[in-house]
């Protein structure tokens, strides 16, 4: 049973386009942090967000956690070739066990 | 430079033969931790070492077994090996706080991930 869902599983844009990622549980996390992965490398922390309905912008991508601690969003403003690759979500239910989404894979054409 | 190191990056094996990925951090980090990758899954963590001879079973620790003799290291065994433990495997580690967790989050820095085929 996969605790966080996030969707959509994949999602092909064109360059320039807007997308979302949307990361969802039952449960109330302490901390939600976002990583991406690209092919043959591990994931790779983009941002954590700690307080409920707290906003983070990381250049172009904006995150968002929300009221209730259980749901999070990832926002991409005019998306790059560079953007593509595997967006991972992950809920800290307590210290040392974090919760995986199955991630969504993101693809960015010119 | 700040890093994450396991071997191999990838494996061969057959059921049954006994193996061992190997986990190295850099960075004097208390917490580590190994993760399988399945697709249609994400990652499932295995086990998790807070520190040194401290172990903790993950979300699917069956056939597997951990030990953190060392800080730096984190080596996962296989005592014997199924064909449903082939996957791609990662480590990770992170720092405590002074506090004693961080401040919000464990942070992770992950290895650069070892395929593991058993047959």
């Known amino acids: 049973t996969q605790l966080l869902e996030q969707s959509p599983q994949f999602l092909s844009i064109q360059e320039g386009e807007n997308l979302t990622v949307y990361c969802n549980s039952s449960?109330?996390?302490?901390?939600l942090q976002w990583y991406r992965q690209e092919p043959g490398e591990g994931p790779v922390l983009l941002v954590t967000?700690?307080?409920?309905?707290e906003v983070k912008k990381l250049k172009r991508l904006t995150f968002q956690f929300g009221d209730a601690r259980k749901d999070s969003s990832l926002h991409i403003t005019a998306a790059q070739p560079g953007d593509t690759g595997l967006y991972l979500c992950?809920?800290?239910?307590?210290?040392?066990?974090?919760?995986f989404g199955a991630g969504t894979q993101v693809v960015v054409t010119p | 430079e700040a890093q994450v190191t396991q071997n191999p990056r990838y494996l061969i094996t057959v059921t049954g033969k006994k193996l061992t990925v190997t986990c190295s951090q850099n960075?004097?980090?208390?917490?580590m931790s190994w993760y399988r990758q399945d697709p249609g899954l994400g990652l499932r963590q295995i086990y998790y070492?807070?520190?040194?001879?401290?172990?903790d079973k993950g979300d699917v620790p069956e056939g597997y077994k951990v030990s953190r003799k060392e800080k730096r290291n984190f080596p996962l065994i296989l005592e014997s090996p199924s064909p449903n433990q082939t996957s791609l495997y990662f480590c990770?580690?992170?720092?405590?706080?002074?506090?004693?967790?961080?401040?919000?989050?464990?942070?992770?820095?992950f290895g650069a991930g070892s395929r593991l085929t058993v047959l």
């Open positions: 449960s109330v996390f302490s901390s």
């Open positions: 070492s807070m520190n040194v001879e401290v172990t």
């Open positions: 992950a809920g800290e239910r307590s210290w040392g066990k974090l919760q």
């Open positions: 967000v700690v307080t409920g309905g």
């Open positions: 990770a580690s992170s720092r405590k706080t002074d506090r004693g967790r961080p401040s919000g989050a464990n942070v992770l820095t």
């Open positions: 960075m004097n980090h208390e917490y």
